[in-house]
């Protein structure tokens, strides 16, 4: 089981990116996904997850409205697209997957901790 992030980069303030999450050894779309990012200096925090049931989704409020989670379950990934980046998006993001059994219709879970599998994380770096 193995997760890849990419599609992170350097990009100035107002520009967008869009990462990937691809999955091997399993079925991305049979599980709960978390982006999550770290800032240097600071802890780890969850951006975005989307439920493995009718997409419901979840965003910080720090990037609501700007960032928007999706599956290709045809490529078996994820994506998170961002836009109207700012400086204090910077970080390393990293892609989760909770494997974990829930009941139909739970929410994903922004706890860094509830997550089995993680990607090795992608670069952004937002320039002012």
């Known amino acids: 089981v193995q997760l890849q992030a990419s599609g992170g980069g350097l990009v100035q303030s107002g520009g967008s990116l869009r990462l990937s999450c691809a999955a091997s050894?399993?079925?991305?779309?049979?599980?709960?996904i978390g982006w999550f990012r770290q800032a240097p200096g600071k802890e780890r925090e969850a951006v975005s997850c989307?439920?493995?049931?009718?997409?419901?989704?979840y965003y910080a409020d720090s990037v609501k409205g700007r960032f928007t989670i999706s599956r290709d379950v045809a490529k078996n990934s994820l994506s998170l697209q961002m836009n109207s980046l700012k400086p204090e998006d910077t970080a390393v993001y990293y892609c989760?997957?909770?494997?974990?059994?829930?009941?139909?219709?739970?929410?994903?879970?922004?706890?860094?901790?509830?997550?089995?599998?993680w990607g090795q994380g992608t670069q952004v770096t937002v320039s002012s």
């Open positions: 050894g399993f079925t991305l779309h049979d599980y709960f």
């Open positions: 989760a997957a909770d494997v974990a059994l829930k009941p139909y219709g739970a929410s994903c879970s922004v706890n860094d901790d509830q997550y089995d599998f």
């Open positions: 989307i439920s493995k049931w009718g997409g419901r989704t």
